[in-house]
């Protein structure tokens, strides 16, 4: 079964260093995008990617973060001066196009930043 | 704007018992997708329900899907100490990018 795959599983960084988060979407699919889950709290989605641009960002998406799709099959997170409080679990997800399609999450990047 | 909530917060229950985990949101839904999370780790799906739908089953799980009173609710039958884990339902738009809105899920525990 195909499946979203994310690197790397853990990245430690400093306070003030930009990190790229890397995602490698399935094939097929469409829709693309980045959530964020806070330790002991829920997944919050950060934005949505379709057709070589952003659909949809929430307002945690501010000018630090930016996202990329450079070759067609890996789908980047930036963040361009992390501070402490971006240390989280992001998860990349992609989908199909039409309604009935259901969101493939990959496993998640643990960012720590100290 | 859309939100999902998971009641309730916390469960903890004896292995072999049922636990049962609802799920409310506010607007039209495509899909409501059910997720299993242990600490700290990724999310497993583990079961979607469309909207068309009322009643899903896969193993010891069973999910049903009320449109009109927009809830769902998970079903864990015969429960297990290796169910211990955060359970979240996930809800998309009807219109738009289908991004997913998260509950704030139930931290479900299972005493052997």
């Known amino acids: 079964e195909p499946e979203v795959t994310q690197t790397p599983s853990h990245q430690v960084t400093q306070m003030g260093q930009e990190v790229i988060l890397r995602c490698v979407p399935i094939s097929n699919h469409l829709y693309f995008y980045w959530y964020r889950q806070i330790l002991g709290q829920k997944v919050e989605f950060l934005v949505s990617f379709y057709n070589n641009e952003i659909s949809e960002k929430s307002e945690i998406f501010d000018d630090q973060f930016s996202v990329e799709r450079p070759d067609g099959s890996n789908f980047t997170l930036k963040i361009r001066s992390t501070k402490l409080e971006d240390s989280a679990m992001y998860f990349c997800?992609?989908?199909?196009?039409?309604?009935?399609?259901?969101?493939?999450f990959g496993p998640g990047t643990r960012l720590t930043v100290t | 704007s859309q939100q999902g909530e998971e009641d309730p917060q916390a469960l903890s229950i004896q292995e072999g018992e049922n636990a049962t985990m609802n799920c409310s949101y506010k607007?039209?839904?495509?899909?409501l997708q059910w997720y299993r999370q242990n600490s700290g780790r990724g999310l497993v799906h583990l079961i979607l329900i469309r909207s068309n739908e009322r009643e899903k089953h896969s193993g010891r799980l069973r999910v049903t899907l009320d449109t009109s009173k927009k809830s769902s609710s998970l079903l864990i039958t015969a429960s297990r100490a290796a169910d211990t884990a955060s359970y979240f339902c996930?809800?998309?738009?009807?219109?738009?990018?289908?991004?997913?809105?998260f509950g704030t899920g139930t931290r479900l525990k299972v005493l052997a």
């Open positions: 996930a809800t998309d738009g009807t219109a738009g990018t289908y991004k997913y809105i």
């Open positions: 997800a992609s989908r199909n196009q039409g309604p009935s399609y259901e969101q493939y």
């Open positions: 607007t039209s839904i495509n899909n």
